[in-house]
């Protein structure tokens, strides 16, 4: 018999507690990094909007580098 098909690599990604994960991540670094990178324009209110497109990623690159990786860890684990 043949080995129980896993779950896709998306419906792993979105599996909640993933997600879950992936935004506390995000939230704790990607503020961190926010205020290095743009703490005294946003304290200034001079944000261009490249600057908050940039913020946005600033946000997203943390969420994915986490989603990845727990994806990575369920999956390697069977």
Known sequence: MSEPQRESWMASALARGVVLRG????????TLIA???YGDRLAAGVMSGRDWL???LTYAVPYAVATYSSVSALRDRG
């Open 54 to 56: 940039k913020l946005v």
């Open 23 to 30: 935004l506390r991540v995000a939230a704790v670094v990607g």
């Open 35 to 37: 205020l290095i990178n």
